[in-house]
């Protein structure tokens, strides 16, 4: 698809919710999700006639401004107030909402590439040679990054763990 | 796991909002600002390309200056700018300087700013004898100015997660490198898997230096090399008393609707916990120790509001929130946060609009203090150069560069 052959106004009514839902797993935040799509639908307004496939160059565009968003802004961290608000509510959930908070929970405390990498992965469904050129990155480091994620997830949400191991049996 | 978590990530996503039309709206509002901005720039780096003439024609003119040296500056507005340092800059190895005003970068090069006003410094590239890596090289991790200027401390950050065996601190007056060896605590600076979460934060009284990353820190006493671990759950940022005999770690794993931060006795013996409850959803700006030593402050943004908080250390709960307004309030994609104190002014940085700024917490009004060119930023203006005084002293005889 070439920014040629679809106004960025309908291609972001199309693809803007999908790019959204995205950058609000990468964020954990609806503010700053939206600050996120918004910067880099910007970067990509002045070049849309030259962009072969808007979705990627966005996409990609997004990922890696949220890591470069982090270093930059090292002393910045979201505390979203819905997750505090939900946190604190620690009875009569069902296993669903259970699961959405200890996932929200712990992936406030991965580090941003980390958690790209999840999303890139087990959100958006890329392989990791896809998710490595999103990022920018080499595919072994997607791996180990993967692989890192995934243990520390483990380790701050054991609920998960138990939540898999229920549905197993 | 992963099926889980691909579950989990359905369900969450779910709650992301949808506003297709705004999202237009503010794409095509931050494409006009940038578009300004490049024409701003343009027409600088012609005023800059006429300066450069000029001090090609026997002009001398120091790279960062105060009020009464400074040139025209590209804003017109805060006394003091950090351009990208030019070809041919001398290293700190090369021409020595007293104290550093500045540690930045520029696209890949870290450089530091002479305090005394001879210009910029680029750090050099160690024999590996002397210290192995350079700080700004891609196997380092992030340095840090010693809050009077005077060192500069690096580590090396293994790609391969090794513990940190050794911490390099260059005196920029001697050109010396002392190794300290680290013993006591097998600490990792890319345990996170990513090294940009590592820094160092220095003790004001140049003894000891703490080890930051996203989900652990430790404090390293220079005199011995011994390291000591900070509690769980106190990590990501650290900030020193002024009399170093405290250090106030951000509190990690709170998930209540407040920030808060530990603060721990110089031996980590013993803390209080100090808490700022928030009313909404906020995305917070790091903790600074106020020059008075019975003060953090941060700033909070959310729901359209920005307010600086001034929370006291005694864990007695109280809170003063002060509204930020104007260019200093975080805005769409810009944020702001604080960088310390300067005078009884919260100096904050306006992160993406490349200025730092005083705020006096009374009238609530700000005034320029340090701009940047594009693309340049600064990791760190030390302490006890911030806090009084030029931050960049005029040249003595301006051939310094």
Partial sequence: MSGDAIPFEEFVAARGPALARAAYLLTGDRHLAEDLLQSSLAKALPRWSRISDPMAYVRRSMFTEHVSWWRRRRHVTEVPLAEHDAVSRDSGHDDDTSRRLAVRTALRQLPPRQRAVLVLRFYEDLTEAQAAEVLGISVGTVKSQTHDALKRLRTVAPDLSEHSAQRRS | ?401
């Avoid at chain 2, 080890?211 to 652990?216: C, L, T, W």
């Avoid at chain 2, 998930?255 to 100090?274: Q, W």
């Fill in chain 2, 1 to 401: 796991m992963t099926t889980e978590l691909r579950r989990a990530f359905e369900d969450l996503a779910a709650e992301a909002p949808s506003r297709p039309t705004a999202w237009t709206d503010g794409a095509r509002a931050i494409a006009g600002r940038r578009r300004a901005r490049r024409r701003a720039v343009a027409s600088i780096t012609a005023g800059t390309l006429a300066v450069l003439a000029a001090v090609g024609v026997g002009m001398t003119l120091p790279l960062f200056a105060n009020d009464a040296t400074a040139p025209s500056t590209q804003t017109g507005e805060a006394p003091y700018r950090i351009d990208a340092p030019p070809s041919g800059t001398p290293s700190v190895l090369d021409a020595p300087i007293r104290r550093a005003a500045v540690l930045a970068t520029a696209g890949s090069t870290t450089f530091l700013v002479d305090a005394d006003g001879t210009g910029p410094r680029t750090l050099p590239s160690l024999p590996e004898a002397d210290g192995g890596s350079v700080p700004g090289a891609s196997d380092s991790c992030p340095s840090a100015l010693s809050e009077d200027g005077a060192r500069l401390a690096w580590v090396r950050c293994s790609p391969e997660a090794e513990p940190i065996d050794s911490l390099f601190v260059l005196t920029l007056a001697s050109a010396d490198v002392r190794v300290v060896e680290v013993a006591g605590l097998e600490y990792t600076a890319t345990e996170a898997g990513n090294e940009q979460a590592f820094s160092l934060e220095w003790s004001p009284d140049g003894t000891a230096i703490a080890f930051v990353g996203a989900n652990s820190a430790a404090v390293l006493e220079l005199s011995t090399g011994r390291l000591s671990p900070v509690p769980a759950g106190f990590a990501f940022e650290a900030a020193w008393s002024p009399d170093s005999s405290r250090i106030a770690f951000y509190d990690n794993v709170n998930t209540r609707p407040e920030v808060s931060a530990g603060v721990f006795s110089r031996d980590l013996s013993s803390r209080e916990i100090v808490r700022a409850p928030l009313p909404r959803a906020e995305s917070f700006g790091g903790w600074v120790w106020g020059p008075d030593g019975d003060t953090l402050s941060a700033v909070v943004a959310g729901g359209g509001v920005s307010e600086l908080l001034l929370v006291s250390t005694d864990g007695g709960g109280e809170v003063r929130r002060i509204a930020l307004r104007g260019d200093v309030a975080n805005r769409g994609a810009y944020s702001t946060t604080t960088k310390g104190w300067r005078q009884g002014l919260a100096v904050l940085e306006l992160v993406g609009r490349s200025r730092w700024v005083t705020f006096d917490p009374e009238t609530g009004t700000s005034q320029p203090l340090i701009s940047t060119a594009r693309g340049v930023w600064i990791n760190q203006v030390p302490a006890a150069i911030l806090g009084e005084g030029p931050i960049v002293r005029a040249a003595s005889d301006g051939s310094a560069r």
